[in-house]
């Protein structure tokens, strides 16, 4: 049973070199729509599924013990489910996008739940697990009151996974060596968990949010139903055009009739006698009084009446404004109002001299 347990032990480890070699050599290629792109991802893929099998099979991770149970040398294999969901979401085939993005979801809450069963989640990291449950594209803004709040945790939680990648790379050199003590090791497996809780939540988001996006979409067959209704449209568009002899040309004989016999242009396009274009106004125009016409309510001069009533034109101004209206000499208290203006204007002028104001110029 030994010799079982350590030949299934040997092929796990060369299962999770390989997985580590194949995502390595996946983040070397730029062109993510070539067939090669394509075939090295679905291979990870499928290297990662058969490595969690095979750790599920070895039943490594339990709910029942705590992480000081857990060898050192295992810790790694608890990113597995980390890893599936992130081979899954380089997958960038529209056809099957939403059900990879579901099964990432899927993979990445996997992994989460694997880490809060071992306490590895902090305060805001059990939270936002929590709530990852709802597809709600928002889910996680929710977590803080206000946008101010959310601003800042980002930007901290974006300062702490700068620090851990700092970290991870002095932890990964100092584990290089061959002497590494089983402490370093651990503290640079428990750094790369860390790190993955960080991201998984990260990509969670993004996939809630794509989820909801690709939700409200048409479908395919929509998109094809629409193109065959566009299509018949235009076929019946083009049919009546060629049953009405339509023609985007003018036509000359429809416009420049003959009146009493003669030609109304000559061959070289001089008119010969007076003529009278109808545009389609004038047609329109001809049409007022048929069936279904709608006859004014008011005249002209009773809708600018009720216009101006409701102060909707501006009178005054122009050279109307300049003009004063005649005095009534029969009216004897207005007469000496205007006396009264006059001498008062007259008094002003005497005690303020003009110039008296400008002490500017004065030596």
Known sequence: M?????TSSTSLKSLWDKLERQRKDLAAFTDYRSDAYKSAVAEATSTAVTCKD????????????????????????????????????????????????RAARMAYRSFLSQCDSYNLLGTYEKKAYQVSESLSPTAFDNIHVDAAARRNAKIERYKQEKELKAKLEHLSRITQSSNVEDEELRSLYLSQIQLAVMQAL????????EIDILGKAPTEEELLAQRR????????????????????????SEIFKKANGRPLLSSDGKPLQPFTLLSNREMVKGQVFGPGHQLPTMTVDEYLEETRKQGGIIEGGGEQSGRQP??????????????????????????????????????
């Open 54 to 101: 095979l750790i599920r099979g070895l039943s490594l991770f339990s709910t029942n013990e705590t992480l000081e149970d857990v060898a050192t040398n295992e810790l790694k294999y608890m990113l597995v489910s980390a890893y599936g969901g992130e081979l899954l979401l380089k997958q960038h085939d529209q056809s099957t996008r939403l059900s990879a993005l």
């Open 2 to 6: 030994s010799s079982e347990s350590d």
């Open 202 to 209: 990260q990509q969670l988001e993004g996939i809630n949010l």
């Open 326 to 363: 005649e005095p009534d000499e029969d009216n004897m208290d207005l007469a000496d109002q205007e006396t009264y203006k006059a001498r008062e204007w007259d008094e002003f002028k005497e005690a303020n001299p003009k110039g008296s104001g400008n002490t500017l110029n004065r030596g």
């Open 229 to 252: 209704r566009q299509q018949e449209e235009d076929e019946r568009s083009r049919r009546r055009k060629a049953d009405d002899n339509y023609s985007d040309r003018v036509d000359p």
